[in-house]
Nanobody
Framework: VQLQASGGGLVQPGGSLRLSCTAS????????IGWFRQAPGKEREGVSC??????????YVVDSVKGRFTISRDNAKNTVYLQMNSLKPEDSAVYYC??????????????????WGQGTQVTVSS
C-alpha cells in the first residue's frame, strides 16, 4: 500500500495549484487523509484533513490557509485533492499527504498518521 502526492510546481504569488494524493493498494475513502507541509528549517505543519466517507465526511484546514485551500475527495479516482488558491510565498514547502489507516475515522484522527506519501514541492515566487 502506498500514497503518492503530486501536482506541485512553481507558481507566482496569487496563483493556484491543485495537489493530488492518490492511493495504491487500498481505498482512500475509508480513511482520514491529511495534508502536511514542511518548509526548510521549519517544523512540519498540518494543513488540512478530510474524514473518511463512512464518518461525517468533515474537513479541516489550518487558520493560515482558511479561505484559500480546500480539500476534497474523488472516490472514483481514489484521490484526495488540495486546491490551493491565492498562494503566498510563505506557502512554499514540500507538501505531503498521509493517512492513519484507521477505517471509518474522522478528522482530526485520534491515531497517528502511519502511511506517508513522498512529498511534492510547492514554490511560490515571482
Amino acid at each position: 500500500v502506498q500514497l503518492q502526492a503530486s501536482g506541485g510546481g512553481l507558481v507566482q504569488p496569487g496563483g493556484s495549484l491543485r495537489l493530488s494524493c492518490t492511493a495504491s493498494g487500498f481505498t482512500l475513502d475509508h480513511y482520514v487523509i491529511g495534508w502536511f507541509r514542511q518548509a526548510p528549517g521549519k517544523e512540519r505543519e498540518g494543513v488540512s484533513c478530510i474524514s473518511s466517507s463512512s464518518s461525517d465526511g468533515s474537513t479541516y484546514v489550518v487558520d493560515s490557509v482558511k479561505g484559500r485551500f480546500t480539500i476534497s475527495r474523488d472516490n472514483a479516482k481514489n484521490t484526495v485533492y488540495l486546491q490551493m488558491n491565492s498562494l503566498k510565498p510563505e506557502d512554499s514547502a514540500v507538501y505531503y499527504c498521509a493517512t492513519d489507516l484507521a477505517p471509518g475515522d474522522s478528522c482530526p484522527p485520534a491515531r497517528p498518521y502511519r502511511l506517508w506519501g513522498q512529498g511534492t514541492q510547492v514554490t511560490v515566487s515571482s
